[in-house]
């Protein structure tokens, strides 16, 4: 069975730092993603990464996939109230076995 | 496009009724997914099929859970009869890909209380 850990379960910040979560697997995955999900909605898709030691950017916040593909990290820079949120990474195998951590609670006070 | 529809968003209802949850994919995707999300077990697979044919429900609780997708457009989730332990969120998404990569979009889930 696939798993996925995610550290740290909560975070509180205040506006401003920076911060990073990680997301470790024992499995390989063909990609994995990070969703955010606020009160009341659905997750929604961040990124995906594919490559072994690819790097992402979306605005101030930066992922990477580990060389091996079983670990990834996202860092958020000068974090806002407005990233406040459940982070939540995902990997599959093509299509098949889509497997979830349980999240990073991030709350970022102002 | 419009994104993953679920119906209702939220249902009440008295232990031992039965409620039908509803989800219409995203067009073109041909996968889609039943997922319980609680505080205390975080999000779970209930069932995914791929080209509308259940591909793995392992997941799901029990018999009292079932779950059909007819089309390609449409798919319920049917708890029968409910019981208080099943109040969650339930979410439903669909996927589709090619190669490595294949992504989920989510719905905006139903909030499911049952008293």
């Known amino acids: 069975t696939q798993l996925l850990e995610q550290s740290p379960q909560f975070l509180s910040i205040q506006e401003g730092e920076n911060l990073t979560v990680y997301c470790n697997s024992s499995?390989?995955?063909?990609?994995l993603q990070w969703y955010r999900q606020e009160p009341g909605e659905g997750p929604v898709l961040l990124v995906t990464?594919?490559?072994?030691?690819e790097v992402k950017k979306l605005k101030r916040l930066t992922f990477q996939f580990g060389d091996a593909r079983k670990d990834s990290s996202l860092h958020i820079t000068a974090a806002q109230p407005g990233d406040t949120g459940l982070y939540l990474c995902a990997g599959s195998n093509y299509g098949q076995n889509f497997v979830f951590g349980p999240g990073t609670r991030l709350s970022v006070l102002p | 496009d419009a994104g993953v529809i679920q119906s209702p968003r939220h249902e009440v209802t008295e232990m031992g009724q039965e409620v039908t949850l509803r989800c219409k994919p995203i067009?073109?995707?041909?996968?889609l997914f039943w997922y319980r999300q609680t505080m205390m077990r975080g999000l779970e697979l209930l069932i995914y099929?791929?080209?509308?044919?259940?591909?793995?429900d392992s997941g799901m609780p029990e018999d009292r859970f079932s779950a059909k997708m007819p089309n390609a457009s449409f798919s319920t989730l049917k708890i029968q009869p409910s019981e208080p332990r099943d109040s969650a969120v339930y979410f439903c998404?669909?996927?589709?890909?090619?190669?490595?990569?294949?992504?989920?979009?989510f719905g905006p889930g139903t909030r499911l209380t049952v008293t």
């Open positions: 067009s073109g995707h041909n996968s």
């Open positions: 499995s390989v995955f063909s990609s």
């Open positions: 990464v594919v490559t072994g030691g």
């Open positions: 998404a669909s996927s589709s890909g090619q190669g490595s990569v294949y992504e989920q979009y």
């Open positions: 099929f791929n080209n509308n044919v259940p591909i793995d």
